[in-house]
């Protein structure tokens, strides 16, 4: 915790300092369990200690002689912290050392789970995703990112809950014409085809999603009047080779 708020360069006092100073020279602090106990009893502990390696000469970096922090921060407390935070912006510059700091640094799975836990069932409001658009515009992932983001999604198979979700997110049918207007005209450049070429190149489809594809075209053919429910091409091709050309043009020869 210490460690953290040092390198945010948020407070400055002689403890956030001095580690501050150590990080410089590629140290950390070590931490030692003095003594282990649970209850209130941590109070007396604490100025215990505090109060022995101060009578022995050892400088320390405690504000105080203890048994006056806050280990669990109350609700009421947790209100406070985030009223008095709430509207401050950060700079770029200290954005960049947020980031720089966290780099490198992996996440355990205990983190991760509880991460996971409190964001689940927030949704984020129309102005942050635009946010988060404009933010992640122009931004390309190179090569071997690419390659770890496929590596640690490969093998994990989505649950039934999982899969409706990702249907119930796909686009109407009424998006869907919006967007073939928007599209209609519009030509793509040779580069990219290049581009969609070669990432089609050497995959190949399951049975699952051909069938899948067979049936998608088979229904848009018959919303489009293309060919009756029930009539196969072939008989479609042998009326069309039934009628004589003179008819269809309106003459005789």
């Not at 198979?157 to 686009?171: L, V």
């Not at 067979?214 to 009539?231: C, F, H, P, Q, T």
């Not at 091409?233 to 003179?246: F, H, I, N, Q, R």
């Amino acid at each position: 915790m210490h460690i953290c708020e040092a390198k945010r360069m948020g407070r400055r006092n002689y403890r956030q300092n001095w580690i501050r100073s150590l990080l410089d020279c590629f140290v950390e602090p070590v931490m030692s369990v003095l003594e282990e106990g649970c209850g209130e009893g941590w109070v007396d502990a604490e100025k215990k200690w505090i109060g022995y390696y101060r009578e022995s000469g050892i400088v320390l970096v405690n504000g105080t002689d203890g048994g006056d922090g806050a280990c669990n921060p109350s609700a009421e407390v947790r209100a406070k912290i985030s009223l008095a935070n709430r509207g401050k912006t950060v700079t770029t510059e200290t954005r960049e050392k947020l980031a720089n700091a966290s780099r490198g640094r992996p996440c355990t799975q205990d983190a991760r789970i509880k991460i996971s836990m409190a964001k689940k069932g927030k949704s984020m409001s129309f102005e942050s995703r635009i946010k988060m658009s404009a933010a992640q515009k122009g931004k390309t992932l190179t090569q071997e990112h690419r390659e770890k983001i496929a590596l640690s999604n490969r093998g994990n198979p989505k649950s039934p809950e999982h899969q409706g979700k990702i249907a119930s997110r796909n686009k109407s049918q009424e998006q869907r014409l919006r967007l073939s207007e928007l599209f209609k005209g519009r030509r793509l450049s040779e580069e990219q085809k290049n581009k969609i070429s070669a990432s089609r190149t050497g995959t190949r489809l399951s049975p699952e999603s051909l069938e899948n594809r067979r049936l998608k075209m088979k229904e848009k053919r018959l919303s489009r009047g293309y060919i009756a429910d029930g009539v196969s091409l072939e008989a479609l091709g042998a009326k069309y080779k039934a009628v004589e050309v003179p008819e269809i043009l309106g003459f005789h020869l």
